[in-house]
């Protein structure tokens, strides 16, 4: 008859214990691997020994005539970083499998909880057999079956179950969650880190929507594994139908590489690729496509087209060499212009590409560069410069460290080559030594004084001094010496008050240099264009380069005021003009707003009350007639459930007051969006130009949803504008559906003429 002993201990029996417990807890610690071998055989030569097991229950009972051991209530046994809890642990000494039953939880050395009614298990707790399995796994992700089974403690095999990394519905945890995949048999294999289908379906609210007899995907553990990445699919009325596969191959720890096959119905194939790798200094990266294609012979409408090869090759590198030094490269070339634009919607005017050698020390800064360009803007014929070399050094000094100021050195060399005499070529080297100091009245003046000297060596070929821009014929030599100081004086008045503290600030400065001869006889590749606003009002040098230098005798002054919320909000606002002393020859191309003795009023307003309100307006208004030269503002306002947004640019460029023409650029976008919910959002913009071209260039509308295991987004765009060459523009759909731990299913476009006609292009 067995005995019953109440208990609530660990495997090793108090001394005081009878033989009977202390027999069938050595039997369960038999049955979890403690000893290997049988009572009756303790004479055999004793095996390797296993990892010790705690146990712990409320009653242990063995029925010694058939080698039973029992341990019920709360039981729980811990061997290594394996775990058993249930009602009821059975041990069978004869058939060593022990058997669980009653709220089943084993909790595995990977993270996962395997949750059970009834679980069979071998004497080492590797192999096990489940009825009404239920797997949660480290990353919440959720497996179920009717009957389960894990072998050499590797492969966890679920029959006729599903898989789903979404939360459970809380208030209904028997309804099916927002995604699932059912499939005759899932395999979780934790050598491998994969989990495997066979005879999937993906169900969406409960309905089937798409079938496929195998699939697999890396478990929670793994960061990045080798295998097909989700295709996409899409149509293009300039393309064709569209389909695209993509293989990723983990080569190693420090490695990976990712293969493109593109295939379209009215062009063929595309082959694409990138490659990356890490090293002890550094990383490299390489990108490229290729396609065979037909591409216009011309740039007219209609015109002939034949079969040419097409591509585009990436690469960019950085590598440190030391602790200061440092090399890299970013290079990018495309077969024509339009390549990019057709099969990867990239809309740049142009492809920049650069070698550098740079370092740091200190406060100090060294590099060495070449640039080189290539010209993305269909039918210009205008070959791009080379700079070779574009080489820099800086160095500035300790705060007091010369007469009480601080000390900067720079140094700069320049080489820009033009190929097929395009244009000139320049050579430029520049020595500019500073100073600078602040001081600090105690009467609270705040004066900044600056000075520097610029020298600067110039030569050139093919130069033509009348338009240092264009080819010419001539050669230029020259050096260039320009001293500048500088003098600036602040007076800020400061009160707190209450809730914010308000902020009153007159700015007065003083800039001298010498007048400067003919600029024309030297060469400009850094200073064609001024965008004259706020920010470089107070600067030494309005240019944006030193090709072209702001010279003569000017004053410059401003006031700032400002508002400054201690918990929240702020309001600032800043007003300024310059007025030159010498004559009134400044250099400066008319319609910059600095060509006369006086400038244009500049300023900038910002305003952020609170997070439902942020706005940032500049402007330029004419000295002379008031009337606005340029107006930027960014704005948005509202909360979530509710935001709208709108980016406004208008610049007048009009060389004369007195002209008939206006030559004035404004462009609007206008957008709204809203989160009117906890998982979907909706956002709408759109892009409308005024002037010089009045007409809507963009429209967009974007419907998300997303949550913890699934990303939709719809996105549909409107492209009203036309692009020279054989790129079509017009109604695009984009659909995108991201499972999380599965993967990501994307169309790249959708012919949708229902929007309003026209033809999709596919991106």
């Known amino acids: 008859m067995p005995t019953h002993a109440p208990r609530r201990a660990r495997a090793n029996a108090k001394p005081a214990s009878s033989l009977i417990l202390r027999s069938g807890i050595v039997g369960l610690m038999i049955a979890c691997g403690v000893a290997t071998v049988d009572l009756a055989s303790a004479q055999s030569p004793a095996k390797e020994p296993q990892p010790p097991v705690l146990l712990t229950a409320d009653q242990v009972t063995f029925d010694e005539p058939n080698g039973i051991v029992t341990a019920t209530g709360n039981v729980e046994l811990a061997q290594d970083k394996r775990s058993v809890r249930a009602d009821t642990i059975t041990y069978n000494q004869k058939t060593k499998v022990v058997t669980a039953t009653g709220a089943v939880r084993l909790v595995e050395p990977s993270g996962d909880i395997v949750f059970a009614d009834y679980a069979e298990l071998t004497d080492d707790l590797k192999d096990v057999f489940i009825e009404n399995i239920r797997v949660l796994m480290i990353d919440n992700g959720r497996m179920a079956g009717n009957e389960g089974e894990r072998r050499e403690g590797r492969l966890t095999r679920v029959n006729r179950g599903v898989y789903s990394p979404c939360d459970l519905c809380k208030t209904d945890p028997t309804r099916a969650p927002l995604w699932q995949i059912r499939a005759v048999r899932i395999v979780h294999d934790n050598q491998e880190h994969e989990v495997r289908y066979k005879d999937a379906t993906m169900e969406i609210f409960g309905i089937p929507v798409g079938y496929t007899p195998y699939l697999s995907h890396p478990d929670p553990s793994v960061d990045r594994k080798s295998g097909f990445l989700t295709p996409s699919f899409g149509n293009s009325s300039d393309l064709g139908f569209i389909l695209k596969n993509h293989y990723y191959w983990d080569i190693g720890k420090d490695q990976d590489a990712t293969f493109d096959l593109q295939g379209y119905s009215k062009q063929g194939l595309l082959l694409g690729g990138q490659y990356r790798k890490r090293f002890e200094n550094g990383r490299l990266e390489l990108e490229g496509a290729i396609t065979r294609a037909d591409l216009a012979n011309g740039q007219q409408t209609g015109a002939p087209k034949d079969k040419r090869t097409r591509g585009y090759v990436a690469a960019k590198g950085l590598f440190d060499i030391d602790e200061t030094w440092r090399?890299?490269?970013?290079?990018?070339?495309?077969?024509?212009?339009?390549?990019?634009?057709?099969?990867?919607?990239?809309?740049?005017?142009?492809?920049?590409?650069?070698?550098?050698?740079?370092?740091?020390?200190?406060?100090?800064?060294?590099?060495?560069?070449?640039?080189?360009?290539?010209?993305?803007?269909?039918?210009?014929?205008?070959?791009?410069?080379?700079a070779v070399p574009a080489a820099r050094y800086n160095a500035l000094g300790e705060p007091g460290s010369l007469l009480g100021g601080r000390w900067s050195f720079d140094t700069s060399l320049l080489a820009v080559t033009r190929p097929d005499d395009a244009g000139p070529n320049s050579r430029r080297f520049v020595v500019q030594p500073g100073w600078e100091r602040n001081i600090i009245a105690r009467a609270g003046f705040i004066t900044t004084l600056s000075a520097s000297v610029l020298a600067a060596g110039y030569t050139a070929d093919r130069f033509n001094s009348s338009d240092p821009t264009t080819r010419g014929t001539g050669e230029s030599n020259g050096v260039r010496l320009f001293p500048q100081g500088q003098l600036t004086v602040r007076y800020p008045f400061v009160r707190y008050g209450a809730s914010s503290q308000q902020l009153v600030e007159p700015i007065v400065q003083l800039t001298a240099s010498p007048k400067l001869g003919n600029r024309k006889i030297f060469p400009n590749e850094d200073s064609l264009d001024v965008e004259f606003d706020e920010v470089n009002l107070l600067t030494p040098n309005r240019y944006t380069g030193i090709d072209r230098l702001d010279d003569g005798v000017r004053v410059t002054y401003g006031l700032r005021t400002a508002l400054y919320g201690y918990k929240e909000g702020s309001a600032s606002l800043f007003l300024g003009q310059s007025r030159r002393l010498t004559d009134a020859n400044s250099g400066f191309q008319v319609g910059s707003g600095l060509e006369d003795r006086v400038s244009d009023y500049v300023g900038r307003l910002d305003l952020q009350p609170a997070d439902w309100l942020d706005v940032n307006y500049g402007f330029r208004i004419d000295h002379d007639t008031l009337r606005p030269r340029r107006h930027s503002l960014n704005a948005s306002a509202g909360v979530p459930l509710l935001r709208v947004s709108t980016a406004y640019t208008y610049v007048d460029q009009t060389a004369s007051r007195a002209a008939v023409t206006q030559d004035r650029v404004e462009q609007a976008t206008f957008g709204l969006s809203s989160a009117f919910s906890d998982h979907w959002s909706l956002g709408v913009a759109h892009v409308q130009a005024m002037e010089p071209q009045p007409g809507a260039r963009t429209s967009l509308a974007t419907l998300t949803y997303n949550d913890e295991c699934l990303v939709f987004q719809t996105v549909l765009r409107r492209d009203y504008t036309t692009t020279a060459g054989d790129v079509k523009d017009g109604n695009s759909i984009f659909f995108r559906f991201v499972f999380k731990n599965v993967g990501e299913i994307t169309t790249p476009a959708i012919s949708a003429s229902f929007l309003g006609g026209g033809s999709s292009s596919s991106n």
């Not at 142009?350 to 803007?377: C, I, M, P, W």
């Open 327 to 386: 090399a890299g490269f970013d290079l990018k070339r495309a077969s024509e212009e339009t390549f990019l634009r057709r099969y990867y919607d990239f809309r740049e005017d142009y492809l920049t590409s650069k070698a550098y050698v740079e370092g740091f020390q200190g406060r100090n800064y060294a590099s060495v560069a070449a640039y080189g360009f290539q010209d993305l803007r269909y039918g210009n014929t205008v070959a791009e410069p080379i």
